[in-house]
């Protein structure tokens, strides 16, 4: 509340031997504005919406009517992705010919060049069947959580709606290892 000081003496006298009569000071008091202040903090906090967690948004499979039918890809539309240490992208189209590796076993890298994984991709997705396209991304031992997300962002970039997250086998790993310690760092 506002108060006023009216402890000084009497009326407005000028002249000789009087005395100047003293200002009158007002003093307020801001407890209201700080009870208001913090009833408006409150508010807002309570009437804010917290930031939601934004994430990927995955095309997740129909159930199928039998276990063993849900799984089934074609070997023709089916495009596997090896992801390596040092970022190390390696990929073949199919069923990997261990016999003769270098006939489908191929590398790249996650740059958008010829030799880029985006364009391996888009060269997959133009000569396959929407329906029948399938890329399994198998992560290496040694690869890292960014080359993860990178792989997962070009599915997203090259509107891929079938993919699957999947572990690497033993001799695709061994052929991995082989192929980086032969290979240049990207």
């Known amino acids: 509340m506002a108060e006023l000081d009216t402890s000084s003496g009497g009326g407005h006298k000028k ?56 799984n089934k890809a074609k070997e023709s539309g089916a495009f596997t992705i090896l992801l390596g240490k040092d970022n190390h992208v390696f990929y073949y189209e199919g069923i990997l010919n261990t016999a003769n590796a270098s ?16 364009n391996a991709i888009l060269r997959k997705k133009a000569n396959t069947n929407e329906k029948d396209l399938v890329i399994v991304i198998k992560p290496g031992d040694e690869c890292t959580y960014k080359n993860v997300v990178d792989i997962l962002d070009e599915m997203s970039v090259n509107v891929i709606k079938r993919y699957a997250l999947v572990d690497i086998s033993d001799v695709e790993n061994k052929l991995v290892k082989l192929s980086e310690a032969s290979a240049p760092a990207n």
């Open 103 to 118: 006939a489908n076993f191929k590398s790249a890298n996650f740059g958008s060049g010829d030799d880029g994984i985006r």
């Open 15 to 70: 002249g000789p031997g009087v005395k100047k009569a003293k200002k009158l000071s007002t003093r307020v008091d801001l407890t209201p504005m700080v009870d208001l202040g913090f009833l408006l903090i409150t508010f807002f906090i309570f009437t804010t919406t917290m930031s939601q967690p934004t994430a990927m948004r995955l095309f997740l499979p129909k159930d199928a009517d039998k276990p063993e039918d849900q």
